[in-house]
């Protein structure tokens, strides 16, 4: 056991966890946190608007950099945007993040077990990832 689902509250496996904390991270607003007010991802503030080039890379960016910032067991090496026009149209956005998955990165070992592609949706002001 690694950690607690937040659900569930059963016992999880480190990638799941890694997996949940994605999630949080990237549907946690900056500044929300009273303790913690750097905290978050900042994607969920552009949610909403005109989805021009810029804005995607503006999305893609603070995903990496959010993910590499307060997640020590990944190191994202690409973001991209999966779905439809239509499928973004009506805000269910879907990003797939390819990470070197480093199981020990929050006790400042960085050796990468494997590289991990996982997709992350955000709908309803939620984040919900899966592994590919």
């Given at each position: 056991m ?33 303790m913690?007010?750097?905290f ?17 890379a ?50 400042g ?6 590289t ?17």
């Open positions: 690694t950690g607690v689902d937040r659900y569930t509250l059963k016992p999880i496996d480190n990638l799941s966890h890694t997996m949940q904390s994605v999630e949080v991270i990237l549907s946690t607003d900056i500044g929300s946190r009273v913690r007010r750097p978050g991802g900042g994607v969920s503030e552009l949610l909403g608007r005109a989805l021009v080039p810029r804005t995607f503006i999305m893609q960016q603070l995903i990496g950099t959010a993910i590499d910032l307060w997640e020590p067991r990944l190191a994202v090496r690409r973001v991209s945007f999966e779905g439809s026009a239509g499928a973004v149209r009506v805000g269910t956005a879907s990003v797939v993040i390819a990470a070197d998955y480093r199981p020990n990165g929050h006790l070992d960085f050796t990468v077990e494997q991990v592609s996982f997709s992350v949706s955000f709908a309803q002001g939620k984040a919900s990832s899966s592994v590919l």
